[in-house]
């Protein structure tokens, strides 16, 4: 079935550091992808998306490519912030007829300190 | 007001006890979720219905029935809640073609 890995974490940045959360997937045909982001307290929150191969989605000066050659959507920011603190979920959506769920990674806490 | 409401944010409940989870929602979408989080596992979906009569199980149903009272409500509940049922739990809506997800801000529930 259709899988989603993660990088673990937590992953600790100071302000202004370069951020790549790494995330790879398993699935049967060309799935759409996502990145989520789930603030402290709040649900989750669609971050970006991606529908097809070589396709970038970007949001708040976040980006993720989907490379269909090395089945991966990781997420990149160049300069992270405190506010950016949170956990990033990487997800993915079936394209086959009838019911496809969407199916997370484990997620990945992000703290960044000043 | 929230697109997604869930009552209530945060409970604890007694082992065996009947517990009931809210959800209600404003987007107008027909397909409503519910999910469980726990800490190293990502999200699992509970149930999920497409609308009042077609409702469906998830992947970690065993434990929990659901109510879809209406388009805009949907309801989780544990018929005798055990400690392992300790998680948060979210709702979410998408539209009929699964495309706009939106998530509640969850209930953080705790079995003792």
């Known amino acids: 079935g259709n899988s989603v890995t993660q990088m673990e974490g937590p992953v600790t940045l100071s302000e202004e550091a370069f951020l790549t959360i790494n995330c790879t997937y398993t699935?049967?045909?060309?799935?759409?992808l996502f990145w989520y982001v789930q603030y402290p307290g709040e649900g989750l929150q669609l971050l970006l998306k991606?529908?097809?191969?070589?396709d970038k989605g970007s949001n708040k000066g976040f980006e993720a490519t989907y490379r269909k050659e090395t089945t991966s959507f990781h997420l990149e920011k160049g300069s992270v912030q405190v506010s950016d603190s949170a956990v990033y979920f990487c997800a993915l959506r079936g394209k086959n007829t009838g019911f496809q769920k969407l199916v997370f990674g484990t997620g990945t806490r992000l703290l960044v300190s000043p | 007001d929230a697109d997604v409401t869930q009552t209530p944010r945060n409970r604890i409940t007694k082992t065996g006890k009947r517990i009931m989870l809210e959800c209600s929602q404003t987007k107008g979408h027909d397909r409503m979720y519910w999910y469980r989080q726990d800490p190293g596992l990502g999200l699992r979906l509970i149930y999920y219905?497409?609308?009042?009569?077609?409702?469906n199980k998830g992947e970690i149903s065993d434990g929990y029935s659901v109510s879809r009272q209406a388009q805009a409500k949907f309801s989780l509940s544990l018929e005798s809640a055990i400690p392992n049922q300790t998680a948060l739990y979210f709702c979410?809506?998408?539209?009929?073609?699964?495309?706009?997800?939106?998530f509640g801000s969850g209930t953080r529930l705790t079995v003792v």
């Open positions: 699935a049967t045909g060309y799935p759409s």
């Open positions: 219905s497409f609308d009042v009569k077609d409702i």
């Open positions: 979410a809506t998408s539209d009929s073609q699964g495309n706009g997800y939106t």
């Open positions: 991606a529908t097809k191969a070589d």
